[in-house]
Nanobody, 120 residues
Framework: QVQLVESGGGLVQPGGSLRLSCEAS????????MRWYRQAPGKQRELVAT???????DYGDSVKGRFTISRDNAKNTAYLEMNSLKPEDTAVYSCNADLLDWTGEYKDYWGRGTQVTVSS
């Protein structure tokens, strides 16, 4: 069964850092773009960062200069390095990716999310 599994969330003080991971597990034959989204209580889901298969990256304005997305294709894993964290970064962070599964087609997959809380 193909799935995306996030890890690395937790509680961190303002100004601190966290590193999130998103692993595509199961029988995956290819991965195109990988994305990180976040959603805070009472707010709309926000696109945080994207990385395509050529490692071309893009970021939401609110995280530019503080967050870095990367991927390890050999491990089918994407990472989100988050620095200089602010209380407004508190949210559930979810991974999304276009995965080539057993059907021979790229499909849109979502992880369950990991909670990031920035608080003193």
């Amino acid at each position: 069964q193909v799935q995306l599994v996030e890890s690395g969330g937790g509680l961190v003080q303002p100004g601190g850092s966290l590193r999130l991971s998103c692993e595509a597990s199961g029988t995956v034959f290819g991965i195109n773009t990988m994305r990180w989204y976040r959603q805070a209580p009472g707010k709309q889901r926000e696109l945080v960062a994207t990385i395509d298969e050529t490692h071309l990256t893009d970021y939401g304005d609110s995280v530019k200069g503080r967050f870095t997305i990367s991927r390890d294709n050999a491990k089918n894993t994407a990472y989100l390095e988050m620095n200089s964290l602010k209380p407004e970064d508190t949210a559930v962070y979810s991974c999304n990716a276009d995965l080539l599964d057993w059907t021979g087609e790229y499909k849109d997959y979502w992880g369950r999310g990991t909670q990031v809380t920035v608080s003193s």
